[in-house]
Nanobody
């Protein structure tokens, strides 16, 4: 499985960005798709996942929405009301019975 993530960039506080991820390879084996992020000096953390139901971290709940297209094997992350705490590298994530997979990451920078 290969994951290609994109859509990062710069935003002002309160603005929105959308991240996109497309899976290729053994896509029909993927159980979970989602997004993680890693801020400077911090560990990688879960943002949101979708595996039939959605799961969000408390820090993004109500502001971010994950959209998974099971037919196109894509997962998007709509990020609204961004703040400086959201600045990080965002990684697309996938998991099947054989292991976990990661995109290369896309930088999101939020400034006030």
């Amino acid at each position: 499985v290969t994951l290609e993530d994109s859509g990062g960039g710069s935003a002002q506080t309160g603005e929105s960005l959308t991240l996109s991820c497309s899976a290729s390879g053994d896509v029909y084996t993927i159980n979970v798709m989602g997004w993680y992020r890693q801020a400077p000096g911090k560990e990688r953390e879960l943002v949101a996942t979708a595996d039939g139901h959605t799961k969000y971290s408390d820090s993004v709940k109500g502001r971010f929405t994950i959209f998974r297209d099971y037919d196109k094997h894509t997962v998007d992350l709509q990020m609204n009301n961004l703040n400086s705490e959201d600045t990080a590298i965002y990684y697309c994530y996938g998991r099947n019975g054989f292991g976990e997979y990661w995109g290369r990451g896309t930088q999101v920078t939020v400034s006030s």
